[in-house]
Structure formats: structure tokens, C-alpha cells
């Protein structure tokens, strides 16, 4: 069996890798001369990538593959070189390089004539060397991993075609280099809103961060100086009642900083809205160098006005920090239809209507969490399904699951584009791992491992716990659950200290034990 795989970032790396391992032939198209996706970093505008200095929004113990930890020598919170070293590792460790052909773009993906008695494609494509001489060729199986970062969004604006001064998009921002000095203002209090405005603030430059809504600012560290998706995405956070666990998660975000003070206050609750990950923007908008202002109601020729009234007249640049829209531009709109930014996905990766079960898209959602562990698992799972290991549903069905997260997902988040692919990390990343069968049983664990088990409920939801079992089931992953934490936080240990002696306290394990029981007790009674 041989599938085509478009795109070389986190889901095509390990999208090669899960067909590696049930094998299946992969070959990878990518248009750079090298892996990453969105993460390979160019100063030139050719295709998304990061900007220079970010730094992830997850901690590197939460964003690993599921059988393949990041080094613990790598920082906690990594800048996106070393998420690069890391994705090179992964490569060069599963001889991933040989099944990619480079420099080459794919121009179409379509139906071969005897689709619906074979499942086959035909994928037509130019090596960016010789465009003029297109190839084809026949595959098996698509599994589609572009992502949903590839066409920036532009909303429009009253008056916006008479600014005089600079119009761009965050797509197109590098780094502060040209921005010195200038007033600038940012349309957008997203991550990328929130860490441009931070970073032009540092160089002289009058910023002015623009926001419709507000939001809620996550600092990436937790109490105790521990990574704050430790906590936020733990099995025993979700199986809290929503309302409960909202205001849990407030009342969290709130101690380290009083949005309202500082002009962020949503009308919302903080599960109701992807968050802002960002440490530096409260401090930057008490000492003056960041102003939080309401939506821009108009442009005039040489700056905006706002709408509680205020305005400048003297701004340089209006950086567009407003996301992206969902496109798949080698795929026709009959295979994957995109409308109003919502692509109809069962289960976010299968097209419902396919008479066969061999196209896939990968990575085309947005978790409150990391992305790489959760398109591992998307990954093992779509090849059981081109394998047959797997079925899908009937199409009603499928309809039927697709209509119901629909609906759930209109009700929990505000209606905005930006919340048509919103999942929760722990609940999908279950979700998948129950299909492929490798989610682990806490149950089975509370008897035969209950260290473990308190460890998988109390702690993160770290990707090897999805290794634990099942069809892929790696031996090193108990190990690479419980050293976690320790592993997480190894490189910021570079000044040792005193140890001082500390028992264990034993009762607060025996009350973890017991909490743990109860609450699976209660789950169970909830399901049956």
C-alpha cells in the first residue's frame, strides 16, 4: 500500500512514522527544502512559519510525540529551534528523510477513475526546480497535513483602503527589525496579537493593541513554578462539571492577573474562548509601553479611530493579527468543502460522503493544548483505517457525531471563526485513543500500578500515557510518564542546591488513592 502524504510539519513527520509502522509505503511532498512546516523558520515571506523569536505556548513534555520525549536538555518552554532539533531528531531516529521528495508542490489531488472500487488518487505535481513538467501519479491513500495556518485572514474596516501607511498581515511579521521608533498598531489579542505588540514595545515603538472581545491571559507558569497545562490539562481538572471547572480555571487566571484592570476583561468565561498564552503583556500594559484599546471603527489616510471615540493620526503600521481562514488549495471544494471557515470533518479527520475511507486530513483543528501529540494519534488511527483494521460508521452516523460537536461547540464558545475547530486536549485526545484502542484503563491501572494511576489522573496528561496499551504500545512509556516532571524542569536546575531531607507524605497519597477511586466510581454510575 503506498500514501501520499502533503506537507512535512508535525503531522506529516509523524503521519510518515504511523505508516511506517503498520507498513504502508509513505511519500511526503513538501514544498520547502526542509522538514518543520510551520516551524521552519524563513525570514523571506514564502510560506507560513513562526516569526523569530517564539517561544512555544506548551511545555515540551506536553508537546512530544507519544513515543519519542523531547531531550530533558532541552528548556522547559522551547524557542522554535529547538522544536526544529527536535523534529529532526524524530526524523533522522525513524529514517524519515528518504520518503520525502523536496521541493516539490502538489497541484492537485483527485479521484481516479475506479474510486469507488478502489479508494485510489491521483496526485498531479512540479518540482519547484522544472515547473513546467507536471507528474502524476497514483496512490492508495491521502493523508492531507497543511495544517490551517496557510491563508492569512483579512477583516475589513471602514475607510481601510485610504491608509496611507503600512498594511500587513502577522503572516508576513519576522521580527521588530524596521519597526523601531514607529506607531504601530496590532488588530488582534490572539498569541501572535499578544507577542508582536510585546515584542515592538521593547524597541521604542508606540503600540496600540486592539481587541473586540478581551481575553484572557495565560502565563505559561503555574504555581510553584511548574508549566501551567500541567495543571490545565489533567484527567482530573475534566472530570469536573463545566460550570465547575470554569470557575476553577477563573478564579486561577484571575490571582496572577485582574483583567479588568488592565482593559482584557472578556464577557466570557474562560472556557468559552481560546485563551492568550503570553507572560510578558500585563507587565508591558502597566508601565505604559502596550495601550489596550476597543475595535477599530474606521481608517482615515493616516491612522484609525477607535470605537469609544479615541484615535491617532500619526500611525506608521497596522499589523492584522486576525488568524486564518481553512483552504486546502489542491483539493477540490467536492471532496473538502470549507464554508464559513468550518470544513465537515467526522471526527475532525474524515470527509463523511467518501465512498471510501482513503482520504484523511490531519492537524485541522485547534486544541487548548499542544498539537503535536494529538495528530499522533490522528495518525495511528487513520492508518488502521486505510488498512481495514479500523471502520467507519455509516455516513448518517458520522452526520450525526459531526452535527452534535457542531452544536456543542455553538453552545460552550462564542461564535466567532476562530472557534470552528476548537477541541479540548484530554477529552479528544481520548476520543482518538479509544478508537485506536490505547486508551489507557485507569481501573485496570488503581490494581495493578496505582502509582501510575494517581500519576495518569493527577498529573498531566503527558502523550505516552497513550502508549501504555493497545496497538503500539511502547515499553518505555510508564518510565516516561513519571519522569515527566522532573524531565520538564532538568535544564533549569544549573545552580545545585542544598538537598533537604523530606519524608514523603504518605497520607496525601492514600487521599489521592481514595479521591481517585470515588471519581471513577462516579463516572462509572454517570455511564451506566
Known amino acids: 500500500m503506498k500514501v501520499a502524504i502533503i506537507g512535512s510539519g508535525a503531522s506529516g513527520l509523524v503521519s510518515m512514522k504511523s505508516c511506517i509502522d503498520e507498513g504502508i509505503e509513505p511519500v511526503c511532498f513538501e514544498q520547502e527544502d526542509s522538514i518543520g512546516g510551520l516551524w521552519h523558520f524563513t525570514p523571506e515571506e514564502r510560506h507560513s512559519s513562526v516569526y523569530r523569536s517564539i517561544v512555544i505556548n506548551t511545555s515540551k513534555e506536553m508537546m512530544c510525540f507519544s513515543d519519542f520525549p523531547i531531550p530533558k ?29 523536496y521541493r516539490t508542490k502538489v497541484l492537485e489531488v483527485k479521484k481516479t477513475d475506479d474510486f469507488n472500487d478502489t479508494g485510489n488518487w491521483e496526485l498531479s505535481y ?13 496512490f492508495n491513500g491521502v493523508m492531507v497535513c497543511v495544517g490551517h495556518h496557510s491563508k492569512p485572514y483579512w477583516p475589513v474596516f471602514p475607510a481601510m483602503h485610504k491608509f496611507c501607511g503600512v498594511k500587513m498581515h502577522s503572516h508576513a511579521y519576522k ?10 498598531v496590532v488588530i488582534g489579542v490572539g498569541n501572535s496579537g499578544g507577542d508582536i505588540a510585546v515584542e515592538l514595545s521593547r524597541h521604542n515603538c508606540k503600540v496600540y493593541l486592539s481587541t473586540r472581545r478581551g481575553t484572557y491571559v495565560l502565563s505559561r507558569l503555574h504555581d510553584s513554578g511548574v508549566p501551567f497545562d500541567y495543571w490545565a490539562n489533567c484527567r482530573a481538572l475534566f472530570t469536573l462539571p463545566r460550570f465547575l471547572k470554569s470557575a476553577v480555571i477563573k478564579s486561577r487566571i484571575n490571582k496572577k492577573v485582574d483583567h479588568r484592570k488592565l482593559g482584557l476583561q472578556p464577557d466570557y468565561h474562560p472556557t468559552s474562548q481560546h ?25 482615515t489616510e493616516t491612522g484609525v479611530e477607535f470605537e469609544d471615540g479615541t484615535g491617532d493620526d500619526a500611525v506608521d503600521v497596522v499589523i492584522f493579527c486576525t488568524g486564518y481562514s ?8 467536492s471532496i473538502l468543502p470549507v464554508c464559513e471557515n468550518d470544513v465537515t470533518l467526522y471526527k475532525y479527520v474524515f470527509p463523511p460522503h467518501l465512498s471510501k475511507p482513503t482520504l484523511a486530513v490531519l492537524g485541522c483543528f485547534q486544541p487548548l493544548g499542544a498539537i503535536n501529540p494529538v495528530v499522533d494519534l490522528q495518525s495511528r488511527w487513520v492508518v488502521q ?10 455516513k448518517e452516523i458520522m452526520m450525526e457525531d459531526i452535527m452534535k460537536k457542531k452544536k456543542d461547540m455553538a453552545g460552550r464558545y462564542y461564535a466567532s471563526r476562530r472557534h470552528t475547530i476548537q477541541v479540548d486536549y484530554v477529552a479528544y485526545s481520548d476520543e482518538l485513543a479509544t478508537l485506536i484502542g490505547c486508551k489507557p484503563s485507569l481501573w485496570k491501572l488503581l490494581v495493578t500500578d496505582p502509582t501510575l494511576a494517581i500519576q495518569c489522573f493527577f498529573g498531566p496528561c503527558t502523550p505516552p500515557q497513550f502508549r501504555l496499551e493497545g496497538p503500539g504500545a511502547w515499553p518505555g512509556a510508564r518510565e516516561a510518564i ?17 538537598k533537604k531531607g523530606r519524608q514523603k507524605n504518605k497520607v496525601s497519597v492514600l ?18
Not at 481553512?326 to 471544494?333: E, L
Open 385 to 394: 483505517v486505510f488498512k481495514g483494521m479500523k471502520h467507519l460508521p455509516p
Open 73 to 101: 536538555d532541552y528548556p522547559p518552554f522551547m524557542h522554535h529551534s529547538y522544536v526544529m532539533k527536535y523534529f529532526h531528531l524524530f526524523a533522522r531516529h525513524f529514517d524519515l528523510y528518504k520518503y520525502i521528495r
Open 275 to 299: 485563551p492568550t498564552v503570553n507572560d510578558d503583556l500585563p507587565n508591558r500594559i502597566m508601565n505604559g509601553t502596550v495601550t489596550v484599546k476597543p475595535n477599530v471603527s474606521t481608517f
Open 326 to 333: 481553512i483552504g486546502f488549495n489542491c483539493i477540490d471544494q
Open 482 to 498: 513519571m519522569k515527566a516532571s522532573a524531565n520538564c524542569l532538568y535544564l533549569t536546575k544549573s545552580r545545585v542546591l542544598e
Open 175 to 184: 521580527d521588530f527589525r524596521g519597526f523601531e521608533g514607529k506607531t504601530v
Open 126 to 138: 512540479v518540482s519547484l526546480e522544472d515547473t513546467t513538467k507536471v507528474k502524476r501519479e497514483v
Open 511 to 528: 487521599v489521592k488513592v481514595a479521591l481517585l477511586v470515588v471519581l471513577l466510581a462516579i463516572l462509572w454510575a454517570c455511564l451506566w
